[in-house]
């Protein structure tokens, strides 16, 4: 089945740009989305792409596929304190109905 | 975007008691629902697939007699975690699927503590 890797913990200055790093081990994932998670909180999705893109920008959000190499990553700019939180990257297939690989993660934090 | 909201929100109950936690899409229908659960500091674990009309689909290692899911209509599936003991203290989060999109809309979660 599927397995979503994350690092685990990221701590980056107000301002600056965050990196999460992804990487997932199926091909078939057509759907990999970017998930926030702040305390106590539910999901809220930030943004997803396509598998047959290699990147996608929406506002200070950029994800960016490399799928040969089965890696995504999504890039912060300007971060804020606001920012910080766990982000999930999270896999799918195109099958309705079928539920979404998560990794176990990462935790950004921002200091001012 | 869509709307699913989770009730209770968090809920504290005495070892083997039953607690119900309801996830209701509001502004559409979904035929299927997802149960997911979130130890502290770990990724979230799908637990089942809630179908409306007929039998939830349990992930490996999920006990069905102990987490009953009743999806009675296309706007609400339950989760009933019965006789709750304290290791099934966890997060415990919905998500429904808007078949049109094929697009997961999550619900806020449910913490469940159990005493």
Same mark, same amino acid.
């Given at each position: 089945?599927?397995?979503? /890797?994350?690092?685990?913990?990221?701590?980056?200055?107000?301002?600056?740009?965050?990196?999460?790093?992804?990487?997932?081990?199926?091909?078939?994932?057509?759907?990999? !989305?970017? !998930?926030?998670? =702040?305390?106590?909180?539910?999901?809220?999705?930030?943004?997803?792409?396509?598998?047959?893109?290699?990147?996608?920008?929406?506002?200070?959000?950029?994800? &960016?596929?490399?799928?040969?190499?089965?890696?995504?990553?999504?890039?912060?700019?300007?971060?804020?304190?606001?920012?910080? *939180?766990?982000?999930?990257? %999270?896999?799918?297939?195109?099958?309705?109905?079928?539920?979404?690989?998560?990794?176990?993660?990462?935790?950004?934090?921002?200091?001012? | 975007?869509?709307?699913?909201?989770?009730?209770?929100?968090?809920?504290? +109950?005495?070892?083997?008691?039953?607690?119900?936690?309801? +996830?209701?899409?509001?502004?559409?229908? %979904?035929?299927?629902?997802?149960?997911?659960?979130?130890?502290?500091?770990?990724?979230?674990?799908?637990?089942?697939?809630?179908?409306?009309?007929?039998? *939830?689909?349990?992930?490996?290692?999920? /006990?069905?007699?102990?987490?009953?899911?009743?999806? *009675?209509?296309?706007?609400?599936?339950? &989760?009933?975690?019965?006789?709750?003991?304290? =290791?099934?203290?966890?997060? !415990?989060?919905?998500?429904?699927?808007? &078949? %049109?999109?094929? /697009?997961?809309?999550?619900?806020?979660?449910?913490?469940?503590?159990?005493?």
């Amino acid at each position: 089945g599927e397995d979503v /890797e994350q690092s685990l913990f990221l701590s980056v200055r107000e301002g600056d740009s965050s990196v999460i790093n992804c990487t997932y081990t199926d091909s078939s994932s057509t759907y990999l !989305y970017w !998930y926030k998670q =702040e305390p106590g909180a539910g999901l809220q999705l930030l943004t997803y792409i396509f598998s047959n893109m290699d990147m996608k920008q929406d506002q200070r959000l950029t994800v &960016l596929l490399n799928k040969k190499d089965k890696h995504l990553s999504l890039r912060i700019a300007d971060t804020q304190t606001g920012d910080s *939180a766990i982000y999930f990257c %999270a896999g799918g297939s195109n099958q309705a109905g079928t539920a979404l690989i998560f990794g176990k993660g990462t935790t950004l934090s921002v200091s001012s | 975007g869509a709307v699913v909201s989770q009730h209770p929100s968090w809920v504290i +109950c005495k070892s083997g008691t039953s607690v119900k936690i309801e +996830c209701r899409s509001l502004d559409f229908q %979904a035929t299927t629902m997802f149960w997911y659960r979130q130890f502290p500091k770990q990724s979230l674990m799908l637990m089942a697939t809630s179908n409306e009309g007929s039998k *939830a689909t349990y992930e490996q290692g999920v /006990e069905k007699d102990k987490f009953l899911i009743n999806h *009675a209509s296309l706007t609400l599936s339950t &989760l009933t975690v019965t006789s709750a003991h304290p =290791e099934d203290s966890s997060f !415990y989060i919905c998500s429904a699927l808007r &078949l %049109a999109s094929n /697009e997961q809309f999550f619900g806020p979660g449910t913490r469940l503590t159990v005493l």
